[in-house]
Every structure is written in structure tokens, then in C-alpha cells.
């Protein structure tokens, strides 16, 4: 890999959404993207829980048999559908290896995603974050990963989200445009919130919603798999086999804390009053309620 082509991305908007330019050119293949009806789309804005969820999908779908888990890093078990970045295999040449089902990770917002999977009536899984613990875990995961746009102080951070010029835009317009549409598709939403509260619960939703029976043993050992300590520990989780030089986790680790209420070790007092006046704005309206502790 020539690491030497790695440079930080820049934003540039598609079809009004802010996306890394390295994928700019692959989107719309990306739009054409035939989803097999028994494909699993994990959806997320970035930074929500993707990873867990994946690995939670992945064991749901092998039956509760998580050595099957263990033979490659997630990122090629459940490839990320609209990944397109140097020196790397894209997300659509990594799907075009494995079977279906499988689980695909994408962060495009509803109107993005390929047809394929709607028209199929293909399983969605959305997975959200309360936007407190999101802005906080997407500041450090910018910090290190070399191919993120650079977040700036952790002020700066916090304006780009809230006007949106992030990577995927607007966290609010995210979680509402997915909420909105559960009654149309099969989704589950989920939060992470009660993933964190009482992973056995959520683990049997999911695996409920996918049709598939599991065990007591089975549950037992998912959830013990899919525990932040475990995950961390995993190098088929937790992203060390990528280079430091793309992810640096020496900056700050993929696994970072894996808690709700984070936040409160990084927002001001005013802070967080600005942050909260421009949520119950933007929220107005909106049935979404979130947990920002448990
Ligand atoms: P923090 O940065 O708050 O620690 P994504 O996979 O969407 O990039 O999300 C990463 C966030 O999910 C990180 O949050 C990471 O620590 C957390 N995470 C990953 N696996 C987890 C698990 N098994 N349990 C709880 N949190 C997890």
C-alpha cells in the first residue's frame, strides 16, 4: 500500500449531502448497486455504534457461532458499501466477493441509499446515537483517522456540526430522514442507548427482526463477544489491522470509551445551552427521543 497518497479528504457536497471527495466518482455506481433480497443493510451516521451493530449482525446471521466471526476483519465481513478510497479496495469490490446475506454498512442518509434495497424489501437495521455522545466520539475518531477531514479544535468541531459541514451533514436531518421512513420499509431502528442499557434485550431484537431462533447459549455468547471489552481486545474488531498511518490510534483508539454521557467531560456550560437551543429547533416536531444518560 503507498501510504504516501493518504491526505485528509475535503467535503464536497453530493446531491446536498457533504461526502469525502475521494467517493465522489463511485457514487453512482453506487446508486446501481443490485442488493441480493437477503442482504442486511446496517445503516448509521458515523460514529453511532456502526461497528457493534455490524459484529452483532454478523453473529446473528452465523447462528450464534462467533468463530466464523473470527476469520477476517469486519470491514471485509460487512463491507462498507460506499467506501472508495486509495489504495484500498472499494466497498463495492469487497461485496462482489463475499455471498449473501450479508451485512452492508453504509452512512448515507435514506435518500442515498440504492433502490435495490427497497425495491427488494431488503432487512435495514438503523442504528442511532444521541447526538451529545456522537459530535464528541466523531471529534476524536477526525483526530485520528487520516482520511476524515481535519476536525479543528474541539470548538471548531462542535460549529461544523451543528451547521452540518461534517462528513454524511447534518446529524439531525440523518436520524429524522431514517425515522421517518420506518413505517415504509422493513427498518428497526435502534439506539444505542438500549444497546448500552441491556445488550441481551437488543441482540434478541435484532435477531428477531432477521428471523433468526437463538439460543440462551447462543445469546449468552453473542453478547459476551460483542461487549466493548471484548471488541476492543479484537483485532477482527477493532480496526488494528489497518496502518497507523490511515488510523492512528496512538491519537486516540477506535474502541475510545464505548459509554453514554461522554459528553459531559467535553462540553461547556455554554456549550452545551447553544447546543440544546439549536436541537429543540431543529427536533421540533419530530416523535425521535434520545437518552443523553442512562
Ligand atoms: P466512542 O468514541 O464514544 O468510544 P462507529 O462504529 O459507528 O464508528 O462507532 C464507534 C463508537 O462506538 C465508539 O464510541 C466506540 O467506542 C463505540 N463502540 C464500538 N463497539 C462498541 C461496543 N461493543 N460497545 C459499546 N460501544 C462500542
Redo the contacts with the bound molecule.
Sequence with gaps: MDLSVIRKSQLIPFRGVPLPNYFLKNMEKVGEFEADKTDVLIA?Y??????????IVDCVLHGGDVRQCEQSPIHYRSPFLEAFFPEMPSGLELLAEIPSPKPIKTHLPFQLIPTSFLQKQCKIIY?A?NAK?NV??FF??DRMNMLQPDPGTWEEFLQKFLTGNVTYGLWHDHVKGWWEQRGNFPILYMF?ED??ED?RREIKRVAEFLGKELGSKELDTIVAH???N???LNPM?NYSTIPLDVLDQRT????????VG?WKTHFTVAQNQMFEEDYCRRMVGSTLHFRTEL
Excluded: L
Excluded at 46 to 55: D, H, L, R
Excluded at 252 to 259: A, D, H, Q, T, V
Design positions: 448509521t458515523p460514529k453511532a455504534g456502526t461497528t457493534w451493530m455490524q459484529e442504528c446515537r455522545d464528541v466520539s476524536h475518531f444505542y444497546m448500552k445488550p460483542t461487549s466493548f471484548a471488541m476492543k474488531t486516540s483508539p477506535f474502541m475510545r470509551k464505548g459509554i461522554n
